[in-house]
């Protein structure tokens, strides 16, 4: 059974930083491209940012690209998301998410799996 467990959430001030990680278990997670996803109270469900299988491409949204980066350690069946100035905007629940291909798919049809969520939340 695949798992994706999420960590690093929390309350920050604009401005500030905070890293999540996603620790996924449960299949071969260098094959497959991951993202993650982002979703504001009374908001659609938006994709923040991705990677390909190998970490040779990644994708980022307008409202997140210069200040968000996605990594991946494929030693530790990890994913990042460093997250610097943060803006109120920017919260939300975080979620990530393993692609069922290993190229880089923004459809969020094309994630299979997703972790529980974690609370990003920027006070001004």
């Known amino acids: 059974q695949v798992q994706l467990v999420e960590s690093g959430g929390g309350l920050v001030q604009a401005g500030g930083s905070l890293r999540l990680s996603c620790a996924a278990s449960g299949r071969t997670f260098s094959r497959y491209a991951m993202g993650w996803f982002r979703q504001a109270p009374g908001k659609e469900r938006e994709y923040a940012a991705g990677?390909?299988?190998?970490?040779?491409?990644?994708y980022y949204s307008d409202s997140v690209k210069g200040r968000f980066t996605i990594s991946r350690d494929n030693g530790k069946n990890t994913v990042y998301l460093q997250m610097n100035d943060l803006k109120p905007e920017d919260t939300a629940v975080y979620y990530c998410a393993s692609a069922r291909y290993g190229r880089l798919d923004l459809t969020p049809e094309t994630y299979d799996y997703w972790g529980q969520g974690t609370q990003v939340t920027v006070s001004s």
């Open positions: 990677i390909n299988y190998s970490g040779s491409t990644t």
